[in-house]
């Protein structure tokens, strides 16, 4: 399962860090008299050298720097952001950045900052991962400093791993397992698989990718809603993955979520089957845009996941199989609806086992080299109105009409 997050960002350095404390030390120092206008410019750019300092904090694991930023009288901010830095503490960081989006309600002692939260994991992020936060600020009139009061999720809601608790690292080899309220024999197993996923999965599709995984173990389902800033009901979903859609050639930082209620409900089989299918949306994320169909990246992680199992299709499929049986033939491919997990499980499962049944069609018929083509041309298109339309002529020389009619015949035969 797919869940499109993550936006673009730059690295900062020690060394630059230093020296925008230094640039904001000078700017404090030339700011109004108490009781001043402060000008607005000058404002924003104090609020920057207070995240700068916040966030050179972070990377050198340095708590006293960090609260030395805090409001001293915001004791609860305090004790929260005290115990979060040292959550943090085993992560492997190599970026931390508070970009300023805007400065808002802004006055001569108080502001309220949109700020996104961008950071990297050394050696798995080669881009990073972004979160929207709102920071309340003041200014202290007597050292000219400004202060943080407040910091909450921003317009995305998310939650990040750090604040739900102390987060043990396990490192795969080809895997990083971050959890929170896990064992390190849980963390461990999973990596084992994940370790066994990434190279499947480069069977699957023997083009160049990152090649690693990063994988979240949070307590409970309701916290793996939080880490994606969702309200829905993850309760049987085992995993999903993060990861922004819709910029063709970038390789973004995904995270794939593992939902231990349900994960930890399946075999080996079945939680090798859904890390490997994760993995392949992380290898898969440069090729899809907003114009590929759900039907098809759902579809082909599905593909990539059983390719090497030698299941036969009515045990991949069984709940399709089980309405081709019934003489309830789907007279077409699953609609992006049809995979809401809101509503019918049956519904969604049918969905998931359409679009795999697809994927396996071209890659049966055309052959798998036409079925990766197939995947990277329809997100090559930047948008949805008629992008599978012209794959499908381009690469496969058919169209969405005879795909469909064989796809059909391919149901009735194999899952008949």
């Known amino acids: 399962m797919n869940d499109g997050r993550g936006r673009r960002g730059r690295v900062r350095s020690g060394r630059r860090g230093a020296a925008a404390l230094l640039a904001g030390l000078l700017l404090l120092a ?7 206008d402060v000008p607005a410019r000058t404002v924003d750019r104090a609020v920057r050298a207070t995240l700068d300092r916040r966030a050179d904090a972070v990377l050198h694991h340095d708590p006293d720097a960090y609260l030395a930023t805090t409001d001293p009288g915001a004791t609860a901010l305090r004790t929260a952001q005290r115990r979060e830095l040292g959550n943090l503490a085993d992560v492997p960081l190599s970026a931390w950045e508070y970009r300023l989006v805007r400065v808002t309600a802004r006055d001569t002692d108080r502001a309220r900052a949109d700020v996104e939260l961008r950071y990297r994991i050394t050696g798995y992020d080669a881009a990073p991962v972004t979160a929207d936060r709102v920071l309340e ?3 202290d009139r007597a050292d000219g400093r400004w202060y943080v009061t407040g910091d909450r999720p921003g317009a995305d809601g998310v939650q990040q791993l750090w604040q739900q608790g102390a987060v043990r690292v396990v490192r795969g080899t080809h895997s990083l397992v971050l959890g929170v309220g896990r064992t390190d024999r849980e963390l461990r197993a999973i990596a084992r698989t994940t370790d066994r996923a990434v190279p499947a999965v480069s069977g699957a599709r023997p083009e160049r990718w990152a090649g690693r995984v990063v994988v979240l173990v949070p307590r409970t389902a309701t916290d793996l809603a939080a880490l994606l800033g969702s309200s829905a009901d993850y309760r049987g979903i085992a995993a999903v993955t993060t990861g922004r859609t819709g910029e063709p050639g970038r390789n973004p930082a995904d995270r794939v979520i593992v939902n231990p209620e349900a994960y930890d409900t399946l075999g080996t089989f079945g939680q090798r089957i859904v890390l490997t299918h994760e993995t392949t949306h ?6 899809t845009s907003a114009a590929t169909p759900v039907w098809l990246s759902e579809g082909f992680a599905d593909w990539a996941a059983y ?3 030698g299941r036969a299709p009515d045990r991949i499929a069984p709940e399709l199989a089980a309405a081709v049986r019934r003489g309830e033939l789907p007279a077409a491919l699953p609609t992006d609806a049809d995979f809401g997990f809101a509503g019918d499980p049956e ?5 998931y086992e359409g679009g795999w049944a697809a994927c396996r069609l071209i890659a049966d018929h055309w052959g798998e080299p036409k079925l990766l083509a197939l995947y990277r041309a329809v997100g090559a298109r930047p948008e949805r109105d008629g992008a599978v339309e012209q794959a499908l002529g381009e690469v496969l020389g058919t169209t969405p009409a005879r795909f469909t009619a064989l796809w059909r015949t391919w149901l009735r035969t194999h899952l008949g």
Do not use: K, Q
């Open 30 to 36: 030339g700011c109004a008299a108490p009781g001043d």
């Open 137 to 139: 600020l003041r200014r």
């Open 282 to 287: 992380v290898a898969t994320r440069a090729d």
């Open 307 to 309: 390719r090497g199992e």
């Open 347 to 351: 519904r969604l499962a049918r969905a």
